[in-house]
């Protein structure tokens, strides 16, 4: 009898042991991520996608696109800067949701986050408080803010797309890693 307890206890130990190991060296974990730095701005490409719109729907849908230009691995840690200004009047800023976990990121590595925000009507921009109308967004990585990089939104096509924003804050998804 007492021989089966001492078994049972040495397995739910090793158990237990082997489990948290593997959660310590898992990809993405602060263990791997304190080897690396903190992605920096300049050290990433950056796009930003906005989806074809859904019929009657007053959202849209944007994809933001980051992928790892430099040399060595960065570690993504929270969610980065996003901005449409229109000129020096109104501006709308990206709120990140959810929770955003480091992420260590590879050379050529690629990370998403979505983006969706309330569509302004075409001509209604008058009407609204806060409308902001461009085509370009400014972004940084997170912890990065000085070194903000003007991008241009482009449609699923590629093709230069104008941003008509009609609220003060986007919602942002938390950064994933991306497939390859």
Known sequence: MRRRSLLAA?????????????????CGSPRMAA????????????????????????????????VNKGAD????????????????????????????????LPRGGRVTAGLR?????????LNEPVAVTNDTALVSAPHDYPGRQAVVARDEKGKRLRMNICTDTIWMGPPREAAE
Request: net charge positive.
């Open 10 to 26: 040495g397995a739910a130990a090793l158990t237990l042991t082997v489990t948290a190991g593997l959660a310590l060296t898992g």
């Open 73 to 104: 691995p960065c570690v993504f840690r929270g969610f980065p800067a996003f901005e449409v200004h229109l000129g020096k009047g109104p501006q709308s800023d990206a709120r990140g949701h959810g929770r955003a976990l480091p992420i260590d």
């Open 117 to 125: 925000y309330r569509d302004c009507p075409e001509g209604s921009q």
């Open 35 to 66: 080897l690396h730095a903190n992605c920096t701005t300049k050290g990433l490409r950056w796009k930003v996608t906005v989806l074809k719109k859904q019929p009657r729907a007053k959202h849209r849908e944007a994809r933001l696109s980051v």
